[in-house]
């Protein structure tokens, strides 16, 4: 029974631990080794989710360029983003137009978008890079531009422009854009 009043403070001396001397310290032995175990899962599982989406699209890109190389239709189609890459050829066509004076109102139609969405024309826009035709994920890799985690691009010989562009939808990395190429200027 206690003989201190309520709120009276008790000398150390008179303080006792409940367990003896051994089991406590095996206890806290046990309670940092899972302290331990719990730290390095959470430091395993953070390394794994990198924030630079390099390896990925390189990985991606490197197939998909394989497939264009290899004039694997199916292949190809599942990565095009025809939307994106219809929005960006038409937007750099109209900015053709209008560096030489020209209105072209709505712009190309969709069809005539759609036949400058061809392996030929992705080769083309490749060919400005130093990528060689059927590149390996490293030498994708070297001249990726990464603009945030779900957007990154290919870079030109000169590092100035992205030949190529991908975007990451619902996990996968897709063509959103390439340079327009085979336009005759005046």
């Known amino acids: 029974m206690r003989t201190e009043p309520v709120g009276a403070t008790i000398p150390a001396k008179n ?11 095996v206890m806290v032995r046990r309670m940092l080794r899972k302290g331990i175990l719990v730290a390095l ?7 794994g989710c990198s924030l630079d989406p390099r390896g990925s699209a390189s990985k991606a890109i490197a197939s998909f360029l394989g497939a264009v190389q290899r ?3 199916a292949a190809m189609e599942v990565v095009l983003d025809r939307p994106a890459l ?11 137009g209008r560096s030489n004076g020209i209105d072209i109102g709505a712009g190309p139609s969709e069809f005539a978008m759609d036949r400058m969405i061809t392996a030929p024309a992705i080769r083309r826009a490749q060919a400005h890079t130093t990528l ?16 945030d985690k779900d957007h990154v691009c290919v870079q030109d010989a000169a590092g100035a422009t992205c ?20 336009v005759k200027r005046p």
């Not at 490293?138 to 603009?147: R, T």
């Open 41 to 47: 899962a959470l430091a395993l599982g953070v390394g």
């Open 86 to 96: 219809r929005a960006d050829l038409r937007d750099q066509l109209a900015a053709l």
């Open 163 to 182: 030949a190529l562009s991908f975007a990451r939808r619902r996990g996968t990395w897709r063509l959103a854009g390439m340079a327009a190429t085979g």
């Open 71 to 73: 004039r694997d239709g």
């Open 15 to 25: 303080l006792r631990s409940s367990l003896p001397l051994p089991a406590g310290a």
């Open 132 to 147: 060689p035709p059927a590149p390996t994920a490293a030498q994708v890799a070297a001249l990726l531009k990464v603009q």
